[in-house]
């Protein structure tokens, strides 16, 4: 059966930095985020008879076998759990403003684990559906639902999965992506966060960070408190970021735009515009703010890095089929 599916990216507003299982992807920590309407994957998935070997084609690219290990550990599971040996033929669309490198594996895992396991003819629920999702990648487990979402640490296959806190977001949050690098990023991911487990003398306090930040993040989101969930947000941002510079040897997804965007926000922030920053492990800067305020924050953006890499979203929902 050929099914395709689709998935948004989310930001995460307490971030994910570090695993305790690298086959199994369980992470050190919680971590909560907001799935955005911009961003998103699809994907077509058709287990073939015919088939030799799992193929990928992403946005018109064919991978070689050795290119897609990250793909096939998903479909391997999906044969797992629906007892067949089939391969198949998987197709990716990522749909996202102008080559922007914001095309993360978030909603390309989410939009997977959804056609895969509804092409082997299984019906996973939304819980086993992120832990299938999380095979793929950390912050996939998170796409599966819209709005605002917490992905529980766990210690297992069985207790590490994702969980809405609130899939519509009935307040005026707002994100706006400045595209400051499109290029492809130099430290990948999993081997910073891996360097930053195990080399940052930080790391025990960034634990503590968390589970601090999570309590007080989900009481803001309670509150529709939009100045206390982005002050909430930069300020994890920047307490995982810290992981990277303490890391031996360091390293940073910062580059001068990422600061010059960084002082312009803060320099709003003076003016009274209630805005805040977070980034990702890449230079890009996210802009947390109420909505009323987006022309301000547009307007004090826009000669620095012009109008057509600004980028507005709003909360979106989650993996669908299509
Ligand atoms: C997050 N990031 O919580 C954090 C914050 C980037 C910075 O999850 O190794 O692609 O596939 O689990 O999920 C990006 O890392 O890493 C990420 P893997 P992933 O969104």
């Known amino acids: 059966m050929k099914v395709t599916a689709r998935a948004h990216t989310n930001i995460a507003l307490v971030k994910y930095w570090g695993k305790k299982d690298q086959q199994l992807i369980i992470p050190q920590t919680d971590s909560l985020s907001l799935t955005l ?22 946005d018109g690219q064919v991978f070689a076998p050795k290119q897609m290990k990250k793909v096939t550990r998903v479909l391997d599971r999906v044969r797992e759990l629906s007892n067949q040996t089939l391969y198949a033929s998987v197709n990716s669309t990522n749909h996202v403003p102008m080559a922007a490198g914001l095309a993360s594996s978030a909603s390309a895992f ?22 299938l999702a999380r095979r793929g990648s950390g912050s996939a487990t998170r796409s599966v639902f819209g709005g605002l979402v917490e992905w529980h640490a766990g210690h297992d296959d ?15 949050i707002e994100m706006l992506a400045i595209l400051i690098d499109t290029k492809q990023k130099k430290i990948s991911s999993r081997g910073g966060m891996q360097s930053s487990v195990e080399t940052s003398p930080f790391y025990p306090a960034w634990r503590e960070v968390v589970a ?7 009481q803001a989101i309670q509150n529709h408190d939009i100045d206390q969930i982005g002050h909430l947000a930069e300020e994890n941002a920047m307490r995982m970021h810290a992981l990277t510079l303490s890391a031996d040897p360091d390293y940073t997804y910062f580059d001068g735009g990422t600061i010059q965007a960084m002082n312009l926000i803060k320099g709003l922030r003076n003016q009274g515009v209630n805005c805040y920053y977070t980034m990702d492990a890449g230079p890009n800067v996210k802009v947390i703010y109420n909505q009323r305020d987006r022309e301000r924050i547009i307007n004090a953006l826009a000669p620095s890095f012009g109008v057509n890499n600004l980028v507005v979203a709003q909360p979106g929902p989650g993996a669908h089929l299509l």
């Open 37 to 58: 309407d911009k961003f998103y994957t699809d994907t077509t998935v058709e287990f073939q008879p015919e088939l030799k070997h799992d193929q990928l084609v992403v």
């Open 212 to 218: 601090h930040d999570m309590v007080a993040m989900k």
């Open 158 to 172: 069985q207790s590490s999965y994702a969980e809405p806190i609130m899939e519509n977001v009935g307040f005026d």
């Open 110 to 131: 989410a939009a997977l684990a959804l056609s895969a396991s509804r092409s082997a003819g299984l019906t996973l629920s939304g819980r086993d559906l992120s832990r």
